[in-house]
């Protein structure tokens, strides 16, 4: 396991670097980019452009030699914008600077806001976290019980109504619900139980403690719901799939010969050995509601989260937070992908990735 674990970490480096040229690449070829961006607001805005033209110019947009709606621009204004922007410079020149930050941890600062991209995410990041972790918990402690129970009463009634609710509640795309919870629960045409946007109260810091907490959870409500609603159905297939397969060997026949009751066995015997699987599969749920269950779920409840800060670079182009956090995301995946396969290793033996 330790030459596997050496190999994956050495392979980070190499595959942060593929990730971040091939959205290089992309991003040469995209239509529009910060100038563009600056240039429509000069002219269909009538904004004073020229004083957004300040601080240090970070390298990591695509080159264009000519930008939509120029006409009538001042040339000076363009250069200045070029230069403020990084696209002075050759791509390859703007890249290989990028790579070099990058590996220091420099991601220099965003294009529209007076921050570090790393303020950024610091101030993002434990939203998002927050999500992910609170998604990821009620989603474990409610497919356990449920897939134990199906596996129990597997071909019954229950496992029959509850199969058509866990896929019913698995083709439901998580925006959809999303957009139902907001139009019944928060003031959009029914009731307005729980606020639209937010994690926090505006006089949050004026709160006593238990009411910040109070306050905390009552905002998390319904984007959580909508995050737990899409992600419980496979690990509630997987728990049901895992306590069938341990229930079903020679070892649990023989613990009813012997005249063990069935809670005794299936608690006794069947529930730390199916249970392997299901808990090494944390990391993993993890990552997946952190990346892809958050994201839309922080544009819809504008929740300032990594999702949509990443939202709001890709809409106004603002390479270095678009580069940055795509950056954080990679690397936060494929350190917990390692530890879940670390995970998957040590509870169950048997599994030996250096095989693979």
Not at 226 to 244: D, E, H, P, R, Y
Not at 260 to 274: D, E, K, M, T, W
Not at 314 to 338: C, Q
């Amino acid at each position: 396991m330790r030459n596997y674990i050496i190999k994956r970490l050495l392979l980070i480096p190499f595959t942060l670097l593929g990730i971040l040229t091939l959205n290089f690449l992309i991003v040469q070829f995209a239509p529009g980019g910060p100038i563009e961006h600056t240039l429509a607001k000069y002219r269909g805005m009538n904004v004073n452009a020229t004083a957004q033209i300040s601080g240090t110019a970070q390298m990591h947009a695509a080159q264009s030699q000519s930008y939509q709606g120029a006409q009538g621009v001042p040339d000076e204004l363009i250069k200045a914008l070029e230069k403020q922007f990084g696209f002075d410079k050759p791509a390859h020149i703007r890249f290989l600077q990028m790579i070099k930050n990058y590996a220091l941890f420099d991601f220099g600062k965003s294009f529209y806001q007076d921050k570090s991209v790393l303020t950024l995410i610091a101030e993002r990041l434990p939203v998002s976290i927050s999500l992910g972790l609170w998604s990821t918990l009620i989603i474990y402690l409610i497919s356990i019980p449920l897939g134990i129970k199906k596996a129990v009463c597997d071909g019954k009634p229950f496992d029959i109504w509850t199969s058509f609710v866990v896929i019913f509640g698995s083709a439901i795309p998580v925006f959809l619900f999303a957009v139902f919870l907001i139009v019944f629960f928060a003031g959009g045409t029914y009731f307005d139980c729980f606020p639209l946007r937010g994690l926090t109260s505006e006089n949050w810091s004026e709160l006593s403690f238990w009411h910040k907490i109070t306050d905390y959870f009552w905002h998390i409500t319904l984007p959580v719901c909508a995050m737990v609603i899409g992600g419980f159905a496979s690990l509630t297939m997987l728990t049901k799939n895992s306590f069938l397969d341990e229930i079903n060997k020679q070892y649990v026949l023989t613990a009813k010969a012997k005249g063990l009751s069935q809670n005794q066995i299936l608690y006794g015997h069947v529930f730390r050995n199916a249970m392997l699987i299901v808990i090494a599969g944390f990391p993993a749920l993890f990552i997946k509601m952190l990346f892809s269950g958050s994201l839309l779920i922080e544009v819809i409840f504008s929740l300032n989260g990594l999702g949509l800060l990443g939202y709001e670079a890709i809409t106004t182009r603002d390479y270095p937070v678009i580069f940055g956090t795509l950056y954080i995301f990679a690397l936060l995946g494929l350190v917990l992908k390692l530890i879940s396969d670390i995970t998957y290793s040590l509870v169950d033996p048997r599994i030996n990735f250096e095989k693979n």
